[in-house]
């Protein structure tokens, strides 16, 4: 059996968008399942709709998640000869013509045919024009473009791995521009030469190329190659079943490294996005879904793409990291606050209600404010007055001031508070309340004693006694 060779083969028309990336995750899975080559080609050709930064864009994205490529990255536009060359031999095998119909003809035909309720596409005109007048054409130096010569009658099929035996008329396909009027080399053409030549062995790509599969596959056939395995798996679609955008929190794929999200977490999310594991597992280290990853389980139907989901599986990504390495992933979104406390201490408050790393900024907010903003009135507890609140503080200032500094931590402070309430028979609800809110600003936070570890026990008492002063 030959070694399974896949490409990831984008146009740098654009950032990498997440559901493109999919697919270069589809393809690097199913080269490391095989121990097989991953080779990134940019089919950078058409050269009006080349974005700047794109291909640096691509490359950063492959190297955040991890996907690393054992060929390229190859440049088509470093390739033009090689695609013209071959358009040549075409023609002179028959698989190919010379084209020299204007812009004008074309979209007059267009027109007619759009007024007719015709399938719209070339019909044909200089497809047997004599060899002579082609020749006398050229020579003028008319502007032509190649075309793909499309047999008249019968089907041609493929057989793919997510749709099965697919067949089509030949009839219904016209005949397709190879080699443009400029000499670059349209996508049909320039990407079965570059498969060819790089003897692929499985062509994986969204569900929106299957229409133009069988243009390539009678393209294989005029050369007299052997076409590629084709898997074709379903689009990513948002919440509404329409096409994939923005407006459904989907982004480029590198954008959600800025959003704060882990890429183990993605390419989790997204190998979900048309694979089926066939059980009810959704979270997979990248060990387990390069062995069991299998082409024959791409979907045929249409995957949604959740992003509460995706939140859903960072956030269990984020509590099983160790703490030493979530701090320090943490560190870009605590700004200049990185020295004020221990940051593993930090994260070890908060990593079981972060869904994305950026949720520190927000969530630890409180840690790093010099004053609270809250209603005196949060202070006191429902059912409780003022006067009892004023004293319930100045007993816990009191306790926080009687513990020794080595002591001040969380475990050694809460056996203290409830020593004293049980002591003096007073209510946890009257003094822990109060308390939190005093060192938190907050109703709700995280325990009240982890927090006062963290702000240390000079921070601690100055927040309880602001908290009886804006009482008072």
């Keep these: 059996m030959s070694t399974v060779r896949v490409r990831f083969a984008p146009s740098p028309t654009g950032y990498l968008h997440i559901g493109s990336f999919r697919t270069a995750f589809f393809d690097w899975l199913w080269a490391r399942k095989n121990n097989g080559k991953f080779i990134l080609r940019i089919e950078d050709t058409d050269r009006s709709r080349y974005v700047p930064g794109a291909v640096e864009n691509i490359l ?6 991890g996907l690393d490529f054992d060929e390229g990255p190859i440049f088509q536009s470093e390739r033009l000869d090689l695609y013209r060359k071959y358009a040549r031999k075409l023609v002179e095998k028959g698989g190919a013509y ?19 309720k015709l399938p719209t596409g070339y019909d044909g005109l200089c497809r047997t024009l004599a060899p002579e007048d082609v020749q006398r054409r050229l020579t003028a130096g008319e502007a032509y473009v190649i075309r ?12 793919d791995i997510v749709r099965g035996q697919v067949a089509v008329a030949n009839t219904t396909l016209d005949d397709t521009v190879l080699l443009k009027s400029d000499s670059f080399p349209t996508y049909h053409l320039a990407h079965v030469i570059d498969d060819h030549e790089m ?38 679609l948002g919440t509404d079943r329409s096409k994939l955008s923005k407006r459904h929190g989907a982004t480029s794929a590198l954008e959600y490294r800025e959003l704060g999200y882990l890429p183990e977490a993605v390419l989790n999310f997204i190998v979900l996005l048309g694979w089926n594991p066939k059980d009810d597992r959704e979270i997979f280290t990248r060990e387990e879904l390069i062995k069991e990853f299998d082409l024959s389980k791409l979907n045929k139907a249409g995957a949604i793409f959740n992003i509460e989901k995706l939140d859903w599986l960072n956030g269990q990504y984020i509590k099983k990291m160790p703490l030493k390495d979530l701090a320090e992933k943490c560190k870009p979104w605590l700004d200049g606050n990185i020295e004020t406390y221990d940051l593993e201490k930090v994260v070890a408050l908060f990593h079981d209600r972060m869904k994305k790393l950026s949720d520190i900024r927000e969530l630890s907010a409180f840690l790093f404010s010099r004053e609270l903003e809250y209603l005196g009135d949060l202070l006191i ?16 200032c009191d306790i926080l001031k009687s513990i020794g500094e080595n002591d001040f931590v969380a475990a050694a402070t ?17 003094i822990l309340w109060p308390l939190r809110v005093a060192v938190t600003g907050l109703a709700q936070s995280p325990g009240v004693f982890e927090v006062m570890e963290v702000l240390g026990k000079a921070e601690a008492i100055r927040r309880v006694e602001m908290a009886i002063g804006r009482l008072k």
């Design 381 to 396: 507890p429902k059912g409780g007055e003022k006067e009892d609140t004023v004293r319930g503080l100045s007993l816990s």
């Design 98 to 116: 010379h084209c020299f119909c204007t812009e004008e003809r074309l979209d007059q035909i267009r027109k007619i045919q759009e007024a007719n």
């Design 148 to 159: 793909q010569k499309i047999p008249n009658e019968g089907l041609t099929s493929f057989h």
């Design 199 to 236: 003897a692929i062995t499985h062509v994986i790509r969204a569900e929106e190329w299957l229409p133009s599969t069988p243009r390539h596959v009678l393209l294989y056939k005029a050369f007299g190659w052997i076409p590629p395995i084709y898997a074709h798996p379903a689009l990513v």
């Design 414 to 430: 809460k056996k203290v508070f409830e020593e004293f309430i049980k002591q003096r028979a007073l209510t946890t609800k009257g």
């Design 60 to 65: 950063e994205a492959l190297k955040w998640y």
